[in-house]
């Protein structure tokens, strides 16, 4: 038995670093550069795009499925943690875990900090960085799912269907993060797509016409 909550739960008894305290321990002389989290921006992406090269590219270094199989494997499993631990909870104030109570009942806890304090100090370029690679991935996985299903691969089939479970995950769990949850992905959806519309609508209302007057005009002599 599994029930779905938002709530501040403790992950675990001794957490270092308490849940929405971790700009408390961010280095100040950071302050004020365009990334705050260099290196965790950096291994958000670097474990999901290795993932992805090493598997279009494998056939040009070795001929063994297995050794493809095991490093693609490694370096999923090396991302799945990384941004479910550690650049969720720093880049955009997003956990996501499970854990069991004494009765055996399973829980899983979305949380997220939306005070507007807490949101005022997460960087925007990193915010973007991590939802790109969190949504852009799964779609190039998808692409390797049609690929090896038309194409009859059914060994590389097993593997791109591993991907696609880790990563769409992720994906899951913070979009639940994000959006409660108590809301279903479709209105999460319509939400987000009403949102954007709404931003390119102001965006180009509000944005100043670029348009030169006409200079140096010449009398035609007309009446």
């Known amino acids: 038995m ?17 849940f929405g ?6 280095d100040p002389s950071r302050a004020g550069e365009k990334y705050t ?9 670097f474990f999901r795009g290795a993932a992805i090269v090493i598997y279009m590219f494998c ?4 001929d063994s499925f297995i050794t493809s199989f095991v490093f693609v494997v490694l370096f999923l499993s090396a991302d799945f943690w990384t941004v479910k631990n550690i650049s969720g909870r720093l880049l955009v104030g997003l956990r996501w875990w499970n854990y069991v109570d004494d009765d055996g009942v399973s829980h899983w806890v979305f949380e997220s900090k ?10 925007k ?27 009859l ?10 991907a696609i479970a880790l990563n769409a995950a992720n ?43 006409p200079t140096n005009v010449r009398p035609t002599g007309i009446v």
């Not at 305290?21 to 961010?26: K, P, Q």
Request: hydrophobic letters at 45%; one cysteine or more.
């Open 37 to 45: 989290h260099p290196y965790v921006t950096f291994f958000h992406l």
């Open 171 to 213: 994906l899951y769990g913070y979009i639940k993060c994000n959006y409660g949850a108590g809301k279903d992905l479709n209105s999460a959806a319509t939400d987000f797509v009403k949102t954007q519309l709404f931003k390119n609508a102001m965006d180009i209302m509000t944005k100043p016409s670029t348009a030169q007057p």
């Open 125 to 151: 370029h990193e915010q973007r960085i991590f939802w790109l690679g969190l949504i852009l991935c799964p779609v190039f996985w998808g692409l390797f799912f049609l690929m090896a299903l038309f194409g």
């Open 21 to 26: 305290e971790e700009d408390e321990m961010r």
């Open 2 to 18: 599994a029930s779905a909550t938002v709530r501040n739960v403790p992950l675990l008894d001794d957490d270092t670093i308490p």
């Open 153 to 162: 691969k059914f060994k590389w089939l097993l593997l791109v269907m591993i």
């Open 114 to 123: 939306n005070s507007e304090s807490y949101q005022s100090r997460i960087n």
């Open 59 to 62: 056939g040009w270094f070795s």
